[in-house]
T-cell receptor, first 113, second 113 residues
Framework: DAGVIQSPRHEVTEMGQEVTLRCKPI?????LFWYRQTMMRGLELLIY????????DSGMPEDRFSAKMPNASFSTLKIQPSEPRDSAVYFC???????????FGSGTRLTVV | DAKTTQPNSMESNEEEPVHLPCNHS???????IHWYRQLPSQGPEYVIH???SNVNNRMASLAIAEDRKSSTLILHRATLRDAAVYYC??????????????FGKGTTLSVSS
């Protein structure tokens, strides 16, 4: 298994531009999670899905952030418009619901200038 | 999820055992104790989990106090590759829709040769 696949690995964009981060979970996993990591705030949960349905999006910072999971094998996290304070590493993880052992992707390092 | 308390940092020498403590005095009966670690520039990875009994796997051992208010992750022989941030997390696996891992600050483990 290739694990959780995130793309792109690095993204540099200008303030005000739209940014789309992508995630392919492990086949068969039915829960998917988006996290953001910064030095100041550590690892923060943004949103998670169970069976493609958003369960908890209380961690999404504001309306500029949106996430979708159109099918079991793909999810996107979109930021529109992006701001410098959105610069962080964004991780996607997947698991089987109610089972231990999340698998995290390698992350997308986003820099907004 | 209930809160955990870990030391900010610990140091170890290569090939010596390492005991990483975690306090979780408000743990509930349905909380599993999970440990994850994050190597530099990587996403977190699952290490071990347990409910009441001590657990061993190829990576580490988990010792759980009888009252479950504390636990210790044991690395039997530290290597330089074990230098990472170690997170102790309480996670309820009984919730029907699943719940998400909430990360604290963790313990930064340094290993010297």
């Amino acid at each position: 298994d290739a694990g959780v696949i995130q793309s792109p690995r690095h993204e540099v964009t200008e303030m005000g531009q739209e940014v789309t981060l992508r995630c392919k979970p492990i086949s068969g996993h039915n829960s998917l999670f988006w996290y953001r990591q910064t030095m100041m705030r550590g690892l923060e949960l943004l949103i998670y899905f169970n069976n493609n349905v958003p369960i908890d999006d209380s961690g999404m910072p504001e309306d500029r952030f949106s996430a979708k999971m159109p099918n079991a094998s793909f999810s996107t996290l979109k930021i529109q418009p992006s701001e410098p304070r959105d610069s962080a590493v964004y991780f996607c993880a997947s698991s089987l619901a109610r089972r231990p052992g999340y698998t995290f992707g390698s992350g997308t390092r986003l820099t907004v200038v | 999820d209930a809160k955990t308390t870990q030391p900010n940092s610990m140091e170890s020498n290569e090939e010596e055992p390492v005991h990483l403590p975690c306090n979780h005095s408000t743990i509930s009966g349905t909380d599993y104790i999970h440990w994850y670690r994050q190597l530099p520039s990587q996403g977190p990875e699952y290490v071990i989990h347990g409910l009441t009994s001590n657990v061993n796997n190829r990576m580490a051992s988990l010792a759980i106090a009888e009252d479950r208010k504390s636990s210790t992750l044991i690395l039997h022989r530290a290597t330089l590759r074990d230098a990472a941030v170690y997170y102790c997390i309480l996670h309820n696996l009984f919730n029907q829709a699943g719940t998400a891992l909430i990360f604290g600050k963790g313990t930064t483990l340094s290993v010297s040769s």
